[in-house]
C-alpha cells in the first residue's frame, strides 16, 4: 500500500498518540476542596480554613483573598495563614451592614497569588443576617477587587468532584462523537444496500456497525469508571445511564441477528432493516428521554455539559483532535474488517 493511502492512518495514530501524551501530563489549574464552616452571621468575624487543589500556599508570597458578593460587592480577608501548600486559613470581618435585605446571602471565595493565578470557590460561605443588619454599602465597595493574577502556562481548569477525572473527557466523551459518527457511516451503506442490493453495502454497513459497537462498549466502561470516581458508584439509575444501555443492547442484537442466518440475501436485507431500526431508536433513547427528566449526567436535566468550565479552550485543544483521531481509527478498523469480509466471500464464491 502507498503512502498517500497510509497518511490518513498514520495521521490519527499520531494524533491520538498526542491527545495521550498531552491530555495524561497537563496540569489542572489550581482550586478550592473544601471550605470550613460554610455559615456566618452579619457583624462577625470568622476564620474559613481552604482546601486547596494543586495549590502553592506556603511557596507563594502575595496571597489575596475575596467574599464576594455580586459583581461590585466584595469584602477582602484581613490575614491569610499558610499551613502548607493545599491548606490555609483565612479571617474575615462580615460586615454589619448589607447592599440587600435577604436574610441569607451567599458569598463566593476568591483567592488570588503570583504562583496560581487567581481561583473561586462559588457559594463558599452563606451569611445570615442578624435583626440589626443595617443596609447599605458599608466596606463592600473598598476591597480592591482588582489586578488579580493569572496563571502561567496550558492548565486544564478545575472542577470540584472531577479533579483529575476531568481528563476522560478526551476519551469517554470523544468515543461517544467518534460512534455516532461510524454509526451514521453504516446506517448509509445499509440504506444503499436496500436501495441498490450491492452486497458490498451491506458488508461495509456490518464493519462501521460493529467497530462503532466497540466504541460503544467502551464508552461504558470509560463511563462507569468515571462515575466511581466522581458517584462513587459504578453505576446508578440515573435515566441517561439506562437508556444508553438499552440502545448498547439493541446494537448488540444487530451482531446476534448476523449470526442468525447464512443465507447472505436473507442476512443482509434483514440487518439493513434492523440497522435503521436501532439508529431511530437511539436517537430518542440518547438524546430525548434523558433530557424530559432529572439527570445527574452532564447535559440532560438541566445540567449542562461541553459548556464553560466543563469545556474550556484548553481542553478543547485536546477533545475534537480526539474526536478526529478516533473516528479516523475507528475508519481505519472498518476497512480491515470490510477488507477481511470480502475476501471471504472471495473465498465463498470460488468454492
Known amino acids: 500500500m502507498s503512502i498517500k493511502g ?16 498531552g491530555g495524561m501530563t497537563i496540569p489542572t489549574r489550581s482550586g478550592v476542596t473544601a471550605t470550613q464552616p460554610s455559615n456566618a452571621k452579619s457583624g462577625e468575624s470568622i476564620i474559613i480554613s481552604v482546601v486547596g487543589y494543586n495549590t502553592h500556599f506556603k511557596s507563594a508570597q502575595n496571597h489575596r483573598a475575596w467574599l464576594k458578593l ?4 466584595a469584602i477582602k480577608s484581613s490575614q491569610f495563614i499558610a499551613k502548607n ?3 490555609a486559613t483565612l479571617t474575615f470581618s462580615v460586615p454589619d451592614q448589607f447592599p440587600s435585605d435577604d436574610q441569607v446571602q451567599p458569598l463566593t471565595l476568591i483567592i488570588d497569588n503570583e504562583m496560581d493565578g487567581a481561583f473561586v470557590q462559588p457559594n ?6 442578624n435583626d440589626s443588619t443595617r443596609i447599605g454599602n458599608g ?56 436501495r441498490t442490493g450491492l452486497y458490498d453495502h451491506d458488508i461495509q454497513s456490518a464493519s462501521f456497525n460493529k467497530i462503532a459497537i466497540l466504541y460503544g462498549v467502551l464508552g461504558l466502561l470509560t463511563g462507569s469508571v468515571w462515575a466511581k470516581f466522581t458517584w462513587n458508584t459504578f453505576w446508578t439509575t440515573d435515566v441517561k445511564l439506562n437508556m444508553t444501555a438499552i440502545a448498547m ?8 441477528l448476523r449470526g442468525s442466518s447464512s443465507d447472505h440475501d436473507r442476512r443482509a436485507k434483514l440487518s439493513a432493516s ?20 432529572d439527570s445527574l449526567h452532564p447535559g440532560n436535566g438541566g445540567n449542562p455539559a461541553l459548556g464553560g468550565e466543563d469545556l474550556d479552550h484548553t481542553l478543547r485543544m485536546f477533545f475534537y483532535p480526539s474526536i478526529i483521531a478516533l473516528t479516523m481509527l475507528g475508519t481505519w ?10 475476501l471471504k466471500e472471495k473465498i465463498f464464491l470460488k468454492s
Open 124 to 129: 463558599a460561605l452563606f451569611v445570615t443576617l
Open 85 to 87: 501548600e493545599n491548606e
Open 6 to 21: 497510509l497518511w490518513w492512518k498514520i495521521g490519527g495514530a499520531l494524533i491520538f498518540l498526542v491527545v495521550l501524551i
Open 139 to 194: 466596606p463592600w465597595l473598598s476591597a480592591a477587587l482588582s489586578n488579580l493574577n493569572k496563571s502561567e502556562g496550558i492548565k486544564f481548569p478545575y472542577r470540584n468532584i472531577l479533579n483529575e477525572t476531568i481528563r476522560n473527557t478526551f476519551f469517554h466523551v470523544a468515543l461517544w462523537f467518534a460512534m455516532f459518527l461510524l454509526l451514521i457511516a453504516g446506517l448509509y451503506h445499509a440504506v444503499m444496500y436496500l
Open 70 to 73: 455580586d459583581l461590585i460587592h
Open 274 to 293: 434492523y440497522s435503521i431500526f436501532a439508529f431511530l431508536a437511539l436517537i430518542p433513547l440518547v438524546f430525548v428521554i434523558p433530557r424530559l427528566t
Open 249 to 256: 443492547l439493541i446494537y448488540l442484537a444487530y451482531l446476534v
Open 333 to 342: 478498523m472498518a476497512t480491515l474488517l470490510l477488507r477481511y469480509e470480502r
